[in-house]
T-cell receptor, first 113, second 116 residues
Framework: KNQVEQSPQSLIILEGKNCTLQ??????????LRWYKQDTGRGPVSLTI?????NTKSNGRYTATLDADTKQSSLHITASQLSDSASYICVVSPLWQGGKLIFGQGTELSVKP | DARVTQTPRHKVTEMGQEVTMRCQPILGHNTVFWYRQTMMQGLELLAY????????DSGMPKDRFSAEMPDATLATLKIQPSEPRDSAVYFC??????????????FGEGSRLTVL
């Protein structure tokens, strides 16, 4: 069973709309949880990093939340733009693992005009 | 601005050939990771180094893959002999990692390998 599960697998929304991506994890204990954006043909780029004690972190139109009790995180995108079309990957860093990361499978977001 | 540089960006080769991928991490970063990404498996860790010393290469097929850091500015991933199932995008990432937490990781643009 994957330690980091993301949903939905893919999502299509209209430009200007909001959306929320979900991440459930079983990794415990963990040091931090990250969200990455990966454009087609490019490397992943970090959007947010939250430690286990943080509940929310924003980066422009991107807002990540973390509930360590339920082991859930979400990434909310506000007023979507065509350039938001990408894969969004939830990543958890286990504590005491020397920097290793556990990746989710990603959510493929497509923003249509 | 500082970034992780990977070469080649694209490589097409025939089964059985040796493939070497190179990565120049960001200057000053002490940790370098090699990942492989496929549609089916997503991002998988192959190996990583801390201060040039290999920490974990359990994700690599040992019989054909090898990873090295001959110096602080160069990490290499070699496949010999290559097989069609090795076709994937290989990413290098570097970061400055303290002992207990994972710092920000910066990914290169990847090397897309196709083995025919």
């Amino acid at each position: 069973k994957n330690q980091v599960e993301q949903s939905p697998q893919s999502l299509i929304i209209l430009e200007g709309k909001n959306c929320t991506l979900q991440c459930n994890y079983t990794v415990s204990p963990f040091s931090n949880l990250r969200w990455y954006k990966q454009d087609t043909g490019r490397g992943p780029v970090s959007l947010t990093i939250m430690t286990f004690s943080e509940n929310t972190k924003s980066n422009g139109r991107y807002t990540a939340t973390l509930d360590a009790d339920t082991k859930q995180s979400s990434l909310h995108i506000t007023a979507s733009q065509l350039s938001d079309s990408a894969s969004y990957i939830c990543v958890v860093s286990p504590l005491w693992q020397g920097g290793k990361l556990i990746f989710g499978q990603g959510t493929e977001l497509s923003v249509k005009p | 601005d500082a970034r992780v540089t990977q070469t080649p960006r694209h490589k097409v080769t025939e089964m059985g050939q040796e493939v070497t991928m190179r990565c120049q991490p960001i200057l000053g970063h002490n940790t370098v990771f090699w990942y492989r990404q496929t549609m089916m498996q997503g991002l998988e860790l192959l190996a990583y180094f801390r201060n040039r010393a290999p920490l974990d290469d359990s994700g690599m097929p040992k019989d054909r893959f090898s990873a090295e850091m001959p110096d602080a500015t160069l990490a290499t991933l070699k496949i010999q002999p290559s097989e069609p199932r090795d076709s994937a995008v290989y990413f290098c990432a570097s970061g400055l990692v303290p002992n207990r937490n994972t710092g920000e990781l910066f990914f290169g643009e990847g090397s897309r390998l196709t083995v025919l």
